[in-house]
């Protein structure tokens, strides 16, 4: 059974940084797309960065430069490195692997989802 949990969310001011974690289970994240979305309050979920197999990364325009993503092969674990944070990052964000398309924003069809962390940033 394939798990994913994230963790790491919470409340800065603009201009803060955090980091989100998503312990993986069930799947080596080295050998799957891996990848980070969020969804803000009445708007559509979009991606925000993904990783595939061979390690490339990608990102959404809006967070590039600020935002980093990364893995860890021997914790198993997806990470999203948020600098320069803006109000308008505030979102849920939610860990995704598998699927098709590992180039945000063509990543798509995402075969496991977790349960999402909340993030907001206050002006």
């Known amino acids: 059974q394939v798990r994913l949990v994230e963790s790491g969310g919470g409340s800065v001011q603009a201009g803060g940084s955090l980091r989100l974690s998503c312990a993986v289970s069930g799947i080596s994240v080295s050998m799957h797309c891996m990848g980070w979305f969020r969804q803000a309050p009445g708007k559509q979920r979009e991606g925000v960065a993904a990783i595939d197999h061979y390690g490339s990364t990608s990102y959404t325009d809006s967070v590039k430069g600020r935002f980093t993503v990364s893995r860890d092969g021997a914790q198993n674990t997806l990470y999203l490195q948020m600098n320069s944070l803006k109000p308008e990052d505030t979102a849920m964000y939610y860990c995704?692997?598998?699927?098709?398309?590992?180039?945000?924003?063509?990543?798509?069809?995402?075969?496991?989802w977790g349960k999402g962390t909340p993030v907001t940033i206050s002006s």
């Open positions: 995704a692997a598998g699927g098709r398309g590992c180039s945000t924003p063509n990543y798509a069809d995402v075969y496991w």
